[in-house]
C-alpha cells in the first residue's frame, strides 16, 4: 500500500500561483509514475499532469501545459505541482495519484488505471 497526503491549496485570485505538494509513503518504488488529477463540481475526474522517475520528459494536459510544472524529488517521495497564471476554470479539489511501474504511455494515464490517490486538496480561484 501507498498513503498519499496533498497541501498547498487554496483560494487565490485569477493570475496568481500556487504550489501544490504530495508527500507519499508506505510501499513507495521510485519505479511508480506520479501524477495530479482534478475534479471540478459536476464534472468527470480528470488527468493534469504526470512525470517518472526515471527521467524523460513530464505529461500535461493541454488545458495547463505552459502554466503548470510538475517536479518530483525521488530521494523525499514527493511530487509538487506549480500552478502559473491561474483561471477560474482551474478550480476543481487537486487529487495526487500513483501508477505503479512502467510500460504505459503518461498519456494514456487515467483515473481507471491508477492504483492510489490522495485525500485530495481544494484549489478555488475566483475571478
Known amino acids: 500500500q501507498v498513503q498519499l497526503v496533498e497541501s498547498g491549496g487554496g483560494l487565490v485570485q485569477a493570475g496568481d500561483s500556487l504550489r501544490l505538494s504530495c508527500a507519499a509513503s508506505?510501499?513507495?518504488?521510485?519505479?511508480?509514475?506520479m501524477g495530479w488529477f482534478r475534479q471540478a463540481p459536476g464534472k468527470e475526474r480528470e488527468f493534469v499532469a504526470a512525470i517518472r522517475s526515471s527521467g524523460g520528459s513530464p505529461y500535461y494536459a493541454d488545458s495547463v501545459k505552459g502554466r503548470f510544472t510538475i517536479s518530483r524529488d525521488n530521494a523525499k517521495s514527493t511530487v509538487s505541482l506549480l500552478m502559473n497564471s491561474l483561471k477560474p476554470e482551474d478550480t476543481a479539489v487537486y487529487y495526487c495519484?500513483?501508477?505503479?511501474?512502467?510500460?504505459?504511455?503518461?498519456?494514456?494515464?487515467?483515473?481507471?488505471?491508477?492504483?492510489?490517490w490522495g485525500q485530495g486538496t481544494q484549489v478555488t480561484v475566483s475571478s
Open positions: 495519484a500513483v501508477r505503479s511501474g512502467g510500460g504505459f504511455l503518461l498519456s494514456r494515464w487515467s483515473p481507471r488505471s491508477t492504483d492510489y
Open positions: 508506505g510501499r513507495t518504488s521510485s519505479s511508480h509514475a
